[in-house]
């Protein structure tokens, strides 16, 4: 039997374990990539809203291939891969790790230092908020998230390079489309199979960055703020539908759906996680609940514990 109901209930929890990644997130970004080639070429890569690092591991492991192949033909720079997050990151071999807040211009300010005379050829952005509950403030929260990695991008990426990231599919997301279209001529939302259906998250590819003529990025104010607009009104070229596409074909596992633990055919063993949070926001209270002077019983604290590690993304 699965040592934690997680495993039960989600085959991508299982597989990120079976195949030494951090998080599930990590299909999301390789079935972006089969469908997008995303990470073709890639030398130089920022890694926006990184912890627990399972993005970073697909970059590092895909930047290494990248470069492998590139010596083979004499011409090759070791690639370099930038990750940043509010939380702290267990190290990563190869990747550079900045702790901080990504809305915040000295945070930004950091991760720019790092290209101070060359440019990225992709960044990425998973940033999710702490969920309040609140929807329309979860929301806001989101769009603040990608508004500010655009924002760093339009510092750091180079002309024709490529930014993904997470997008929540609400009442105003094609004002979101709107802004990345303007340095983006290509704007995808994808949906990759091991996203949840029932999330409303989503992912934007935009392809081939090229800023609007005599564009100078600057940090005063961040993108879209400082000019509202009723969307309603905009009309023409200035209103674009951007494209769904769904990653992943029918083959794959869907991560809404419950699989029996052999469901690939083979015996199921079960894994540690592969990296546990090395800073997690219960520690306080199982600390708390250990030194309890009460008749709670170990098997209860050993039952909160396994449901609590069991939470991961
Ligand atoms: N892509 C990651 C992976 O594969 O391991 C998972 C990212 S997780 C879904 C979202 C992350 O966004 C969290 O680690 C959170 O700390 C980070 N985050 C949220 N707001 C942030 C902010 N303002 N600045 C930096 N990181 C932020």
Redesign the pocket.
């Known amino acids: 039997m699965g040592k934690t109901s997680k495993d039960k209930r989600d085959i991508y929890y299982r597989r990120a374990k079976e195949e030494g990644w ?2 599930r ?2 299909f999301k970004l390789l079935q972006i990539d089969n469908e997008c080639h995303i990470l073709d070429g890639v030398n130089k890569a920022v890694d926006l ?7 970073s591991q697909v970059l590092s492991r895909r930047l290494n291939e990248n470069y492998k192949k590139a010596l083979e033909t004499g011409n090759a720079t070791p690639p370099k891969i930038v990750a ?4 702290a990151m267990a190290p990563l071999e190869g990747v550079i790790q900045i702790q ?4 915040n211009i000295n945070t930004a300010k950091q991760i720019i230092s790092h290209f101070d005379n060359e440019q990225a050829d992709l960044v990425v952005c ?4 702490d969920v309040t509950g609140l929807h329309d403030m979860d929301i806001y929260i989101q769009s603040q ?1 990608l508004l500010a990695a655009l924002n760093i991008t339009t510092h750091i990426l180079r002309q024709g390079g490529t930014f993904v990231a997470k997008i929540f599919r609400a009442k105003d997301v094609t004002l979101l489309y709107a802004q990345l279209k303007i340095f983006f001529p290509y704007v995808y939302c994808t949906k990759p199979s091991s996203s949840r259906n029932s999330s409303i998250e989503a992912f934007v590819v935009c392809k081939d960055y090229s800023p609007p003529e005599g564009y100078k990025p600057h940090m005063l104010n961040p993108l879209l703020t400082h000019k509202p607009c009723d969307f309603d009104e905009l009309t023409g070229i200035n209103r674009v539908i951007v494209p769904f596409v769904v990653c992943g074909d029918l083959s794959q596992p869907d991560s809404d759906t419950c699989y029996p633990l052999n469901f690939e055919g083979k015996e199921y063993t079960y894994h540690e996680p592969v990296q546990t949070p090395i800073a997690p926001p219960y520690q306080e209270a199982l600390t708390l609940l250990e030194n309890r002077d009460t008749d709670f019983r170990r098997s209860d604290v050993n039952v909160i514990v396994d449901n609590l590690s069991s939470m991961t ?1």
Do not use: E, H, N
């Open positions: 951090r998080a997130s990590a809203c990184a912890a627990p690092g399972s993005w940043v997050d509010l939380q901080g807040d990504i809305t998973d940033g999710a908020p998230l993304i």
